[in-house]
Each structure stands twice: as structure tokens, then as C-alpha cells.
């Protein structure tokens, strides 16, 4: 594999559904500093980014997230809960993928006069639309995925570089102040309920083993595309908040960046981004239902769930349909920010054990100790602030993240047991 596929998958994980489907919730949260947000969040990813690149050099075998955390600290109750907290994270943000779906078809097709019914109807054919394809063939995931990661970006660069234009002399550009920026805590707060947005860059390291020129080019597979994506969301957030007004984005939370290309380019460029949206999440659901069902199964190998779950049902993993069924659960009863808080907490928390990992196992990896342990440390107070700031506006939030945990590891713990009995 070559150094620019890498970058493609890192860029396609992140660039995936998250953009189109958080964007309206952080402007919600941090208004005129949404850029700082996402600058925020970026940041925090690319210091993780330096775990994952020691680690994937040093254990370049495909299961990647699952391995590094196997290595750090054992076959163990605590690695196989965190690790069954990653399967079920894979479950979020497809929730979250599929969320941004039905949001933004209904703009180009009403099935119904009602708009939540449509959200259900759509949310819930595109997760069964492709749980279709991934048992059909493995192959034919791969192919969309190339193309839609060059559809999506051809037009949010083309995007960015209308938007960015279309910034000279707009009013509403005096939103970007620093008066109608957010309190910091708020602003780190509003960052780290869109972490989502950026932890797609993980999936390099399942395809890290494969790259030719793996010493030079697993760094710079990791670095350029984290890099890329920050620029490219801080830019997408400048656009939109110095395009639209205050009241407009609220309106147009759940399709906002279809709305601010409409200054620009009218109901075309509405139009136009909302294909983009289409293509972009349902590619992102797509690859993130092999990626889910595959952990879930490494999981199992591992002997970390039940060896019922390495069973496979009509040539895939089982996996893949419970994943699927999981998901079509979570979209249909949680709202989008309860879905984007609980897929944050998720992996803020992986993130901070892989950081940890990273950090026990320097020596082994030949890496420098404080990095990785100034990303755990971040990773742990981005995970304790947006627990506090959505406690007050998002209890439901934080009650289901809480619960999603507890049961992995309470998952974990019982299989441990019986398995210890047997």
C-alpha cells in the first residue's frame, strides 16, 4: 500500500459523517469560537496521533486499537472492557452517521409531510441498505469508499474556496468576533462533543503492516491527514459561521452546512452539499460497519468476548448484524447530541488508554514518554469537562455514555468469570 491510500483511509475515516452531522451542535455550543472548537479537538487528535504511529510501527499487525490496548496492559478485564467500549463506539457513530443521513435527504425528497418521520424512515434504510452490501461483498465496500472519499472532498474544497470568497463583505462575518466567542471551558467543552469528527484517524493503523516504506511513511500517513482535517474543519467552521447568522444555523442545525452554501451558490450549491452529505455519510456507514464488525471478531480471537462472536453468518462476521441491529436501536431513540456526547466519551476514553499504552510501552517503541502522556492526561480532562458541561444541558447524554461503559466492562467481567468456571 502506498503513503497516499493511508493518508485516504485517515482522511476518509475523518471526513466521514462527522462534518455533515455535528457541525450546526458546535456551533450551537460555541458560537463565534466554533473554529477554536474544532481547533481544539484537532489538537488533541494529533497528539494522540504520535501513539498511534510508535505503536503501529512497532505492532504493525492488522487489528490495530484492539492490539495496542492487548499490549499495554495484558489480556486482561480491563483491556477487554475498554476494548469492548471501542466495539460499541463503532456502533455511535454509526448511529451518528446514519443520524446525518436522514437529516439531509428529506431535503432532497419528502416521503412523508412529517420530517421526523422521514429522519427515521431514511436513518433506518441507509443502516439496512448497507448491512445489504457488506454481505453482498467486501469488494464492492471498498469500491465506494474510494470514490466517495474523492466526491466528498472535491466539493468541501470546493466548498471552502467558494465560501472563503463569498466571505468579503458579509455581515454576518462580525459573528467571528471574539465577543461572541464562548467561555474557554465552554468553547474545550464544545471541542470535545465533536471529538467524533476526528477519530476516523485510527483506522490507519489497521492497514499500517501494508504500507511500503513503513519507518517513514506510517508517521507521515498519521501527521498529514490529522493535519489536513484540522484545516480543513477550522476553515469549514470559519465559512459557515461568517455565512450564516446566529438564528439561521439553529434552524438548519442538523443540515447546516447545506444551508451555508446557499449565500454562495443558491438552492444549487444546497443541493449540491446535501449529495455531498448523502455520499459522505453513507460511505462512512459502509466501511464502518466492516470496521466495527472486524473489531468485534478481534475482540473475540482475543478471547475477550465469547467465541461465538468469531462465528460467521452467510460468509461475515457475526458481528456485523448484531452491530447493524445495535444501530438501528440507538438512531431511532437517542437524539443527535446525546449520540455525539456518548460516541466522544467513548473515544476520548480509548484514546486516553492508548495514549497510556503508549506512554508503558516507550521504551519497547523507541518513543519519547511525554507525549503520550500528556494525551492521556488531556484525553482524561476533555472526558471529565464535557461530562460536566453536558451534565446540566444533556443529562440523558451523560446517563447513557455512564451506562455504555458500565456494561462493557460489567460484559466483560461476567464472561471472565464463567469463562474462569469452565
Known amino acids: 500500500m502506498k503513503l497516499k491510500d493511508a493518508i485516504s483511509i485517515g482522511v476518509g475515516g475523518m471526513v466521514g459523517g462527522g462534518i455533515f452531522a455535528v457541525l450546526g451542535l458546535a456551533v450551537s455550543l460555541a458560537q463565534g469560537g466554533t473554529l477554536i472548537a474544532f481547533l481544539l479537538a484537532g489538537l488533541l487528535a494529533l497528539i494522540t496521533s504520535y501513539s498511534y504511529v510508535h505503536l503501529s510501527k512497532k505492532y504493525p499487525e492488522s487489528g490495530g486499537t484492539v492490539k495496542f490496548i492487548n499490549q499495554g496492559f495484558g489480556k486482561s478485564v480491563f483491556s477487554g472492557g475498554i476494548n469492548n467500549l471501542l466495539w460499541v463506539s463503532y456502533m455511535i457513530m454509526l448511529s451518528l452517521y446514519a443520524s446525518a443521513f436522514g437529516s439531509y435527504a428529506p431535503n432532497l425528497w419528502e416521503i412523508t409531510q412529517d420530517k421526523s418521520v422521514d429522519f427515521h424512515i431514511y436513518s433506518s434504510f441507509i443502516i439496512i441498505f448497507a448491512t445489504a452490501i457488506n454481505y453482498y461483498s ?30 468579503f463583505g458579509n455581515p454576518n462575518l462580525t459573528q467571528l468576533a471574539i465577543s461572541n466567542w464562548q467561555a474557554p471551558v465552554k468553547l474545550f467543552a464544545g471541542g470535545m462533543v465533536i471529538f467524533v469528527a476526528y477519530e476516523g484517524f485510527e483506522l490507519i493503523a489497521n492497514v499500517a503492516g501494508n504500507l511500503i516504506n513503513p519507518d517513514k511513511n506510517i508517521p507521515k500517513a498519521y501527521y498529514y491527514s490529522v493535519i489536513f482535517v484540522i484545516v480543513l ?72 468476548l465469547p467465541e461465538h462472536f468469531t462465528f460467521k453468518l452467510w460468509n461475515q462476521p457475526i458481528g456485523l448484524l448484531i452491530t447493524s441491529v445495535a444501530t438501528l436501536i440507538l438512531v431511532n431513540t437517542l437524539d443527535l447530541e446525546s449520540i455525539s456526547t456518548a460516541g466522544s466519551v467513548g473515544f476520548l476514553i480509548i484514546f486516553s488508554i492508548v495514549n497510556l499504552a503508549g506512554y508503558r510501552l516507550s521504551k519497547k517503541t523507541q518513543s519519547n514518554k511525554t507525549i503520550p502522556l500528556i494525551g492521556f492526561v488531556l484525553c482524561i480532562v476533555a472526558s471529565i469537562v464535557l461530562i460536566n458541561q453536558q451534565y446540566a444541558s444533556n443529562f440523558i447524554g451523560v446517563v447513557v455514555s455512564a451506562a455504555i461503559v458500565f456494561v462493557c466492562f460489567l460484559a466483560e467481567c461476567m464472561y471472565k468469570k464463567t469463562e474462569n468456571r469452565i
Open 233 to 304: 474543519y477550522v476553515v469549514i467552521a470559519l465559512v459557515t459561521v461568517g455565512s450564516l447568522s446566529f438564528d439561521k444555523i439553529k434552524t438548519a442545525e442538523d443540515y447546516v452546512l447545506a444551508e451555508a452554501a446557499k449565500p454562495m451558490l443558491g438552492s444549487i450549491g444546497f443541493t449540491i452539499i446535501t449529495i455531498a452529505a448523502l455520499i459522505s455519510t453513507f460511505s462512512a456507514i459502509n466501511a464502518s460497519l466492516y470496521g466495527g464488525s472486524r473489531v468485534n471478531y478481534e475482540i473475540a480471537e482475543d478471547d475477550e
Open 138 to 167: 467486501i469488494a464492492v465496500v471498498g469500491k465506494i469508499e474510494s470514490f466517495a472519499v474523492i466526491i466528498k472532498l472535491i466539493i468541501l474544497l470546493a466548498f471552502v474556496a467558494i465560501g472563503v470568497y463569498g466571505l
